[in-house]
T-cell receptor, first 116, second 112 residues
Framework: EAEVAQSPRYKITEKSQAVAFWCDPI?????LYWYRQILGQGPELLVQ????????DSQLPKDRFSAERLKGVDSTLKIQPAELGDSAMYLC??????????????FGPGTRLLVL | GESVGLHLPTLSVQEGDNSIINCAYS??????FIWYKQESGKGPQFIID?????DKRQGQRVTVLLNKTVKHLSLQIAATQPGDSAVYFC???????????FGTGTSLTVIP
């Protein structure tokens, strides 16, 4: 069964350091999402890609966060510099992304970030 | 923005009993809903979805009911098993831009 892959699974860093997370969506999925999930809460969208284009990054703290999906396949989310409040689970999801269709999102296992 | 909430943050049931998890949503334009199961330390796992042209949809041991009149969604799990213990989220979508909004979640504990 096809799955969304993420790495690393866990990351511990000190504040002010840079961190990067990687996501490989289900093969053929055009839409890719990055979410942040704080313990005890539901996921919150950070950025949404359609192929290589950003379609929604209104919730992305652009002063420190960046995301790219250069070839429209895998994606990287970066935080620089990391702050204590960035400690959370970072989830990647993908969907088929056919224009005009609402399609199911499938999530990866997530990257748990701890900022010390 | 949309508001998706759950009536009960925690639910405990005996193994073998049926479970019902509820969800209220506020955006009357939402027309696609998904239930996810999230085990500790893992990503959300798709359980079942329903579109607004349906009132009920059944899967393996799970049933989702949608009441558009009162903007309410429920997930029923039949013969609940210890492996069903997890946090359950409902998510709503109100357009083909495919952005989903998630509620806080309900923690289900199955007592052996």
């Amino acid at each position: 069964e096809a799955e969304v892959a993420q790495s690393p699974r866990y990351k511990i860093t000190e504040k002010s350091q840079a961190v990067a997370f990687w996501c490989d969506p289900i093969s053929g999925h055009a839409t890719l999402y990055w979410y942040r999930q704080i313990l005890g809460q539901g996921p919150e969208l950070l950025v949404q890609f359609q192929d290589e284009s950003v379609v929604d990054d209104s919730q992305l703290p652009k002063d420190r966060f960046s995301a790219e999906r250069l070839k429209g396949v895998d994606s990287t989310l970066k935080i620089q510099p990391a702050e204590l409040g960035d400690s959370a689970m970072y989830l990647c999801a993908s969907s088929g992304g056919r224009v005009g269709y609402q399609e199911t999102q499938y999530f990866g296992p997530g990257t748990r970030l701890l900022v010390l | 923005g949309e508001s998706v909430g759950l009536h009960l943050p925690t639910l405990s049931v005996q193994e073998g009993d049926n479970s019902i998890i509820n969800c209220a949503y506020s955006n009357s334009a939402s027309d696609y809903f998904i239930w996810y199961k999230q085990e500790s330390g893992k990503g959300p796992q798709f359980i079942i979805d329903i579109r607004s042209n349906m009132d009920k949809r059944q899967g393996q041991r799970v049933t989702v009911l949608l009441n558009k009149t009162v903007k309410h969604l429920s997930l029923q799990i039949a013969a609940t098993q210890p492996g069903d213990s997890a946090v359950y989220f409902c998510a709503e979508n109100a357009g083909t831009g495919n952005q989903f909004y998630f509620g806080t979640g309900t923690s289900l504990t199955v007592i052996p």
